[in-house]
């Protein structure tokens, strides 16, 4: 892993000093390593700033970012960091920011840097390198999170101070990168990522009851502040808070000093560059330190150095500067006593309107997505572009319709108010991409859905769980009745969210991107309880008692949307489940162990499912672009379109509190993108794809085509790229037709089906290589 820091952490991390921290700061103290002090970590509590820590090991563990989010790959890697820290005995607490601050600061920088990425989006749909961290990573990690154990909460706001509290009030280390934690007064220090490393090491230590006790650590690297505080040689805190605000940080920025820079003594400039020029100005302000007898005095030197025009509202920045590194009495601690009710320690409002309890734990636990919390405090949401050319409209416009369900059920009580003209209608600012520009729009909310009032968060506890799901499944233009016997909800969610996409997407899609997504998705496990259990059982309850059966053998494994149907036991024996079938409300209860050949048939069905998986392993492996194979930015935008609609429908999800398939179980861009070049280089994708599956003979390729069919089915011709394509004749090439013909049930088809392509050269004599030939 990392011994020391071993490369540009500028580039590898996705951050400048710029954009992150305080100004410059960070290559500083990379510059003076007197300021660092060796640690071996091990047994100790640690606070993690959790935004911080998911940012660094997507790029830390160089997962592709151009094919839109890797989560499996990810997942794996958070795995890989949390296993290293409970090897040496180090209990994490994950802590991660919510809603944009009120003040509008940290709002400002995020807008700035949501710029900066529609740039580097555009860049990367050219085929160039950069890199910008996928949509789903946060969500994502927070699911790594529940399935581990790690414990983790959700700040109303900003987090950093909140965190840093926490750290003091326990006596222990904060684990981040970014530099503002180099300013609070954290007696047990910052532990910096870029310096730990994840390769554990064994030492004999001494107790009093044993001679030689062996534990594990992690090297590692800490910064004291109070030890930077004898560096700057002052005695009083506030003056490293003056220290930091005069560099510049996301308050206030470092260029409204330039006249108070020009007034004391900077050393000599070696060069020109921007970070001879910060250090230098560190330097200078070290310097004029020791002259300072109090942060007011020098507050007010600073001020009189300023144009007259400006020293008002740089004094006011200044002085929320010095604000923000105060320590507020946080009582953040209580949240992770077990013994305490979590509904009492998430009590909180927003804006003028409280939320239900239940809404509350969920925006601590991390269920509610922080786009949700943004919308719910000001009314106005950043949509971060993915990999997609600037031509192209924005990923996000084919999921406006599910984001205004979601805002119409968050706004209600906004709704009624202004109905009353106590306030105005309900909007929601977005900022999203316009060709190159990214731009502010207003969007309407949605309070009625097929003439239905949209329920309040009020209201939603006291909607039966059933009733919410089939919410769900009508804002994605389906209807339970269109999903029925594919009984298990979780693939009733998969094959409604894309049939939503199919009808909605901009891009130009065909059959051969669900064959991609729904083999992603075998691949990664979304479709196994459907696998598993539909091709053995023909009625809803059968197949429900049987999936009790199947969740008794998994234990602890938690499920997503099936949270809806699945209650456990009191009886910690016996994993006993009350299943409710969707479509009849008949209960269906669970009592016994499941039967010796019913665990037989499983085991069958599994080994069935982990031999495609083995097949399909080789769709992992990063492609290859030379001149005769371009990167496809169409492929990349279709599925970032895909992307878009899958994190809009779990929005509507978390406000009706539900819960949905996690993003590694259902998408990685480079296995859809290896796919879909392996299935345009097919004369006969279906032949191909059922291959896969174990042959015709296979029940997987009969369900798994079943599946397609109820996916196509019904859509309309506008909504798919059609072509005809069929066994290979030399010197013929069947052009593009504008019809669509529905696609045929697996039991029906013959040789020459017409099938739904796009970009498909049948004939191209380089079509059977596989992408990993190149």
């Known amino acids: 892993m990392v011994t020391g820091k071993t490369c540009d952490v500028s580039l590898f991390c996705g951050r400048t000093d710029e954009e992150m921290g305080i100004r410059g700061l960070t290559t500083f103290v990379d510059a003076h390593p007197e300021l660092l002090t060796d640690l071996r970590l091990h047994d100790t509590r640690i606070v993690i700033d959790g935004n911080n820590l998911y940012h660094f090991l997507y790029y830390y563990f160089q997962i592709p970012c151009e094919y839109a989010g890797d989560y499996d790959q990810f997942a794996r890697c958070c795995d890989t960091f949390f296993a290293a820290l409970e090897a040496c005995n180090v209990t994490s607490y994950v802590v991660f920011d919510g809603a944009y601050a009120a003040d509008g600061n940290k709002f400002q920088t995020s807008l700035a840097r949501a710029r900066e990425r529609v740039h580097m989006s555009n860049i990367m749909a050219h085929g160039r390198r950069a890199k910008i961290l996928p949509i789903l990573s946060h969500s994502c990690f927070v699911h790594v999170l529940q399935r581990l154990g790690v414990s983790y909460v959700t ?56 001679s030689d006790v062996v534990y594990r650590y992690l090297e590692a690297q800490i910064f004291y502040c109070q030890k930077f505080m004898k560096f700057l040689r002052v005695d009083d805190h506030s003056l490293v808070v003056l220290f930091a605000t005069l560099l510049g940080n996301d308050v206030v920025d470092g260029r409204n000093f330039e006249n108070f820079f020009s007034h004391i003594k900077l050393p000599k400039a070696h060069n020109h560059s921007p970070s001879c020029q910060r250090h230098r100005r560190i330097a200078g302000i070290i310097a004029w330190l020791q002259s300072v007898s109090s942060v007011t005095d020098a507050v007010a030197y600073i001020l009189a150095k300023l144009p007259q025009n400006c020293r008002k509202s740089v004094g006011s920045l200044m002085e929320l500067s010095l604000e923000c590194y105060r320590l507020p009495l946080s009582d953040l601690h209580q949240y992770f006593d077990v013994d305490l009710d979590r509904e009492k320690c998430a009590a909180r409002t927003f804006g003028k309107f409280s939320l239900p309890s239940w809404f509350q734990v969920s925006i601590c636990d991390g269920s509610i997505p922080t786009s949700i ?25 084919c999921s406006q319709n599910l984001r205004q369900i979601a805002y119409g059920v968050l706004l209600s009580e906004l709704d009624s108010a202004a109905n009353y003209g106590s306030c105005r209608p309900a909007c929601v600012n977005e900022f999203d991409r316009e060709c190159k520009m990214y731009t ?12 239905k009032q949209l329920p309040s968060l009020n209201e939603v506890s006291d909607i039966d769980a059933r009733q919410r799901f089939l919410l769900l499944l009508e804002a994605l233009d389906m209807s339970v009745d269109s999903v029925f016997d594919l009984t298990v909800p979780d693939t009733q969610f998969l094959v409604a969210l894309l049939r939503y996409w199919l009808h909605h997407a901009n891009a130009k899609v065909c059959s051969l991107h669900i064959h991609a997504l729904l083999l992603c998705c075998l691949k990664l496990g979304a479709l196994d309880n459907y696998f598993l259990l539909v091709p053995q059982y023909k009625t809803v ?35 006993s489940t009350i299943l409710q079938s969707l479509a009849t409300g008949l209960d269906c209860i669970a009592t016994d162990r499941p039967t010796d050949a019913v665990l037989e048939e499983i085991d069958r069905r599994k080994c069935e499912i982990e031999r495609v998986k ?20 169409a492929v990349v935008y279709a599925f970032a379109e895909f992307q878009t609609c899958f994190m809009s429908a779990a929005c509507i999800a978390s406000v009706l509190g539900l819960t949905v398939l996690e993003p590694a179980s259902v998408f990685s861009g480079t296995v859809l993108y290896n796919l879909m070049r392996e299935l345009q280089s097919r004369s006969s994708p279906d032949t191909y794809v059922t291959e896969l599956l174990g042959g015709s003979s296979s029940v997987l390729s009969s369900y798994y085509f079943h599946l397609m069919y109820v996916v196509l089915t019904g859509v309309p011709e506008e909504c798919l790229e059609t072509v005809s394509c069929q066994a290979k004749k030399k010197g013929k090439r069947r052009k593009k037709t504008g019809c669509k013909v529905d696609y045929i049930e ?29």
Request: aromatic share 8%; glycine share 2%; net charge negative.
């Open 373 to 397: 919390l943004n919308v719910l405090a000001s009314q106005r949401l950043l949509l971060l572009s993915q990999t997609e050319a600037s031509s192209a409209a924005s990923s996000y416009r």
């Open 440 to 451: 502010m729009s207003s969007l309407e909310t949605t309070f009625q859905l097929n003439g």
């Open 155 to 210: 700040c109303d706001f900003e987090a950093d101070r909140h965190i840093a509290a926490l750290a003091r009030h326990w006596n222990c280390p904060v684990l981040t990168n970014d530099s503002d934690f180099f300013i609070y007064d954290i007696p047990a220090g910052v532990v910096l990522l870029d310096y730990l490393n994840l390769h554990s090491k064994m030492q004999p230590g001494h107790s009093k009851r044993q």
């Open 614 to 633: 083995e097949k399909l392993l080789r769709f992992e492996l990063v492609p290859r672009h030379n001149n005769a194979m371009t990167f496809n930015a």
């Open 746 to 774: 697996p039991d029906a088809q013959d040789v020459d089906v017409e099938q739904y392509v796009v970009n498909c050269d049948v004939d191209n004599r380089f079509s059977s290589l596989s992408f990993g030939d190149e």
């Open 541 to 575: 309850p059968e197949a429900s008692c049987q999936l009790a059966c199947y969740l008794h053998t998994k234990k602890s494994q938690r499920n997503t949307i099936s949270d809806l149907t699945v209650a456990k036991s009191t009886n910690s024996d016996l994993l």
